[in-house]
Each structure stands twice: as C-alpha cells, then as structure tokens.
C-alpha cells in the first residue's frame, strides 16, 4: 500500500485537477490523503463534491482537517492516518502521469529509503522550463551525492518525493518547526542518515510555477537555496524564515 498525502490550503483552482490526475494511477495499492490545511476558499467544499462522485470500487480519498497552518503540520496529520508502507509526498498543484507511483516505488530498492525527482513548471515560459529541468536534472543528483556521502543531508523535492514510512518514523516524523521553506530539506537530512534517497527523471513531476510568478522567479530560488545549505552547514534556522503566507502552498 502507498499513501498519497496531499496537503492544500486555499487550492480551489487546482485541487480537483490533482486529485482527478492521482486517481488516474497504473499501481494497484494506493490510498490518497487531502488535509485540508484551514483554507478560506472553496477547497473543502470541491473536494467534498468530488469524493461523492468516486465509485465504490478502486482507490478511495480520505479527506481531513489540520487547522494549523503549514506543510508540515498537515503532512504529519496525514502520516498519522496513513495505513501504506511508503508515503508519497504530492502538492495540490502538481499533475502527476499515471506511473507515478509505479515510479515511485521501484526506486525504493535496496538500500534506497526515500525517492525524489524534477519538476516540470507546465504553466511558466519555456525558457524556465527548460532552464529549471535542466539544473534539476544536471546538479540535483550531484550535489545530492556529495552531501549524502559527507553526511550532510540530501535533496528530496517536497512536493515530488516517495519515502518509507518506517524510516520517516523513525526519522520522527514531520518537523513542524518548518512550515513551508526548507521542510523538505529537513526530512531529507533526517532519512538520509537511515539509507539513501534517489533522485530519478523517471520521476518528472508537472508542477504549477504560481509560486514564481507572484514572488519573483530569483527571491523563491534564493530562499530555497538559503534553506538547503543552512542544513548542510548544520546552521540553526529561523522558523520565521520557513513561512509562506504570500500565496497559497
């Protein structure tokens, strides 16, 4: 079993899209978690129009409420409810294809304890988008290699990441200390010093770049970035530096 968690808050005009896309999946075994992380838009009301629209038969969504605002907070009242041996990690603005989680679960091999990949910013200027795919797909797996081997961390892509569900437990869980930026830079830390995360282009994730437009393409990749050596360098972070309140996550 995978449990696909799915943390939204104010996702109205993404959500259903998600979610039609997540139950479009090749794997066989799968359950899907929406918290519903205190919105203030539609959001609740959609995705409880469109759970009672899904057959009897085939996978199932579970839709809860974190009121507390963050990833992270809802993330760990989705683990919580989560009956699957890995977690899928997937944002509300995301579009996975169909081998998503057959994807997913084939890198968690061996020593492998958490799986990662690009995104793909679907909505943002082909110059973007090939400029992005192309750091992600050329200096992720490096610099990913060079800090799991110095013990310093990983990269695990927050939105786009497969991770065993024993080793997150064991890893405590999802740190609520972190409510947006550096959350995933935080797990990756903590599994990576219980096995290996892999970074795969089998993984390719369709992903809105809302984020970049209303913020600024270089102020979220400098915070972003900001956060990822802070942990490397094992500095102390502020929890104010992690929030995202300017747009919906």
């Known amino acids: 079993m995978v449990s696909v ?29 929406v918290v519903n992380n ?5 959001t609740e009301r959609l995705v409880n129009e469109f759970i009672q629209t899904l057959p009897a038969t085939g996978p199932q969504i579970i839709f809860c409420t974190e009121e507390k605002q963050g990833t ?21 603005d995301c579009v996975p294809g169909k081998h998503w989680v057959s994807n997913g679960v084939k890198l968690l091999s061996g020593s492998a304890v958490a799986a990662t ?34 013990n310093r961390g990983g990269i695990l892509i927050g939105g786009n990441a497969f991770v065993k569900a ?17 959350d995933d830079v ?16 089998t993984l390719l994730l369709p992903s809105s770049s809302r984020r970049y437009k209303a913020i600024g393409f270089w102020k979220v990749i400098k915070k972003y ?9 094992r500095k102390d972070t502020n929890p104010f530096d992690t929030l995202e309140m300017n747009h919906p996550r």
Do not use: H
């Not at 935080?186 to 282009?201: C, E, M, P, T």
């Not at 970035?225 to 802070?230: E, G, I, L, P």
């Open 166 to 182: 024993k080793v997150l437990e064991l890893a405590g869980g999802y740190n609520t200390a972190f409510t947006f930026y550096g």
């Open 117 to 150: 990949g690009p995104y793909d910013y679907f909505d943002a200027p082909i110059y973007m988008r090939a400029f992005t795919f192309l750091s992600q797909y050329l200096t992720y797996p490096i610099v990913s290699t060079i800090v799991q081997v110095a």
């Open 225 to 233: 970035q900001d956060c990822f050596w802070n942990v490397v360098f």
């Open 72 to 92: 992270n907070y809802a993330r760990e009242c989705a683990r919580k409810l989560a009956t699957g041996k890995i977690i899928a990690q997937l944002d509300a």
């Open 5 to 33: 968690i799915i943390p939204a808050y104010n996702e109205e005009k993404y959500i259903i899209k998600t979610l039609s896309a997540v139950l479009q999946q090749d794997y066989p075994n799968y359950e899907v978690i």
């Open 38 to 42: 205190a919105s203030t838009d539609a």
């Open 186 to 201: 935080d797990i990756a830390a903590k599994v990576s010093s219980l096995g290996w995360i892999r970074f795969s282009s």
